[in-house]
């Protein structure tokens, strides 16, 4: 690529360690003489496309085989003529150290906002267990052998809704480079849970929608783990949201913006039996000013790196495993701090929005995805349009 050529955000996840938690995943098995095909969104634009693949919570060396990029047709098939060869400092083949990650040299792959890429990865020997992003709510393809270049998907006879190794895709675009990227950063919420798998109906999805109509398209990345906590790490839910926090929002190429929505879990896992919820762990017993001082931390983070951050208030649960008077009562401190402090740079209003009209407490049920505590499709749309493209 020329000089000329900038590198600019097109896709995000934030990875995490091997677990089994959520649904069924390869994570902890790894893989072995298998090709692994996922499928990515795309909210920025650009005429080449590279990937970056992550073994940072591999105990050895990953070897990657081979590895292609192209561009979507419907689930495991690829548009015919699309799919390249991803390479790595020239080779086909890559070896990625534990602990490390890895940049594909750039492939001719176009993208406009809203396309879909898909990423093939075929391991011939075992990788150990994977690097990975558990609640991907959208679909993961295996297959046994080589088939990378595979035309037929009924070959990919396994799925999981969980994505492998790939935490990044970038897109090149001639300069000057931009700085409107915008993060979505937090737990469940922020990562779509119970939102409908491959229909990218998560908040941060809707929020890339409603800026395309506005004409301001700019990327908006994900940077959501479920369960993850604003204090504590946690076996199955990520690095603690202080320690991911340059990692997975101010290192992202031309961030202008981040939101954030965290702290639910940090006052309710300590409000549950862990007999009975295994992995909420860890589980103290955090206060309103703890959680309060945890958004002090990344607000001092995003200002130092010159970065806009918006405060999301934490949504109404009322009717949730660890609904309590207790952690009520710390949600309503905590949002009363966010809404009145002037510590954020803006709010976004997410409690408000959502909420029962005849009981604030509770979120109303036509977005309520059951569980009394995640929104469905059309909460998570209530979400977004909750935000004012202004405060971005």
């Not at 893989?31 to 496309?49: E, H, K, L, M, N």
């Not at 976004?348 to 929104?375: E, M, Q, W």
């Amino acid at each position: 690529m020329s000089d000329a050529i900038v590198w600019q955000a097109g896709w995000s996840t934030a990875v995490q360690r091997p677990s089994s938690g959520f649904d069924k995943n390869w994570a902890e098995e790894g893989f072995a003489d298998q090709t692994v095909r996922q499928v990515v969104r795309v909210t920025g634009s650009g005429t080449a496309a590279r990937v970056k693949l992550s073994n940072r919570y591999g105990t050895a060396p990953l070897e990657i085989t081979g590895a292609t990029l192209a561009r979507t047709d419907r689930g495991a098939a690829v548009q015919d003529g699309t799919t390249r060869r991803l390479t790595f400092a020239g080779a086909g083949t890559v070896r990625v150290p534990a602990g490390g990650e890895v940049w594909s040299d750039a492939a001719d792959v176009p993208a406009a906002p809203f396309d879909k890429l898909t990423v093939s990865l075929y391991f011939a020997r075992p990788t150990g267990p994977a690097t990975f992003h558990a609640q991907a709510f959208a679909t993961a393809y295996r297959a046994a052998g080589d088939q990378l270049t595979a035309a037929d998907p009924a070959v990919f006879t396994e799925t999981t809704v969980s994505w492998y190794f790939l935490a990044d895709v970038e897109l090149a675009g001639a300069g000057p480079a931009r700085r409107d990227t915008v993060v979505a950063f937090g737990d469940s919420i922020t990562d779509g849970f119970s939102s409908t798998p491959d229909t990218d109906h998560r908040y941060p999805d809707a929020l890339a929608g409603r800026l395309a109509e506005a004409g301001l398209d700019r990327p908006v990345l994900n940077a959501g783990i479920g369960g993850n906590l604003l204090l504590s790490d946690a076996p199955w839910f990520g690095e603690r949201a202080a320690a991911r926090f340059r990692r997975d929002v101010l290192d992202k190429p031309g961030v202008r913006t981040v939101i954030v929505l965290a702290g639910l879990n940090d006052i309710g896992f300590s409000e549950v039996d862990p007999a009975t919820y295994p992995t909420y762990r860890p589980n103290p017993d955090r206060s309103a000013e703890a959680v309060i001082t945890g958004y002090r931390n990344l607000i001092a983070q995003a200002h130092t790196a010159g970065v806009r951050i918006i405060g999301g208030t934490l949504l109404p649960f009322e009717g949730a495993e660890y609904h309590t008077p207790a952690s009520e009562a710390k949600r309503r401190e905590i949002n009363a701090w966010i809404r009145g402090s002037g510590a954020f740079d803006a709010v976004a209003d997410f409690a408000t929005a959502l909420a029962d009209p005849s009981n604030p407490d509770a979120l109303r049920p036509a977005y309520d995805s059951g569980d009394h505590k995640h929104p469905n499709d059309a909460g998570y749309r209530a979400m977004a349009e909750a935000i004012g493209l202004a405060e971005l």
